[in-house]
């Protein structure tokens, strides 16, 4: 059986922590493979149900902790006190985020990737391309939908160009307004 690898966002999770969690998910799968499973330490907001629904796509795997030696991915925090419970005695293998950089230690180098951007669907995009793997359109619609949420419609003071520029080509894919 393969190893599982989890995708995870905060807790108290937002739209940005379950979109990227599962579009980066599906992106690793393909690029490597291996089992990435995105996963969710706590309840689906009304806005982000709103949106897996609209998109067809279901919520993230609920984990409550994880076990020690859990393989995880961090998406969209880089802070303990927001982080799934369990994660000092886990594997931590990668972060994906946009915020100020946090507490999190690791034992061994890791790829930490921050980008001052609003949101981090708009770096998974950026990984997409990188990775040249096409967007499904599903995965577009929940990518486009974090940038909307994360940046309040482009009008946070954290929003970018490139967060606006991304949202947009996003919209075409997923075939929205
Ligand atoms: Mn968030
Ligand atoms: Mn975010």
Do not use: W
Not at 78 to 91: H, I, P, R, S, Y
Not at 118 to 139: D, F
Not at 145 to 159: K, N, Q, V
């Amino acid at each position: 059986m393969q190893e599982n690898i989890f995708v995870i966002g905060h807790k108290n999770p937002d739209t940005d922590s379950i979109c990227s969690a599962l579009a980066y998910a599906e992106l690793k799968c393909k690029v490597t493979g291996e089992k990435y499973t995105a996963a969710r330490c706590g309840e689906v907001n009304a806005e982000t149900t709103y949106v897996l629904e609209r998109f067809g796509i279901n919520e993230p795997e609920f984990v409550a902790s994880v076990e020690p030696q859990t393989k995880l991915i961090l998406v969209d925090h880089n802070e303990t006190t927001q982080a799934v419970d369990g994660l000092a005695e886990a594997e931590l293998l990668e972060i994906i985020d946009h915020h100020k950089i946090g507490d999190i230690q690791t034992m061994v180098p890791i790829y930490f990737r921050n980008q001052p951007v609003g949101c981090t669907a708009t770096i998974v995009t950026l990984l997409y391309k990188e990775n040249k793997v096409e967007i499904a359109k599903e995965t577009a619609g929940l990518l486009c939908a974090a940038i909307l949420s994360d940046t309040l419609l482009f009008r946070s003071p954290t929003c970018t160009p490139l967060d606006k520029e991304t949202a947009l080509e996003l919209a075409a894919i997923a075939g929205v307004e």
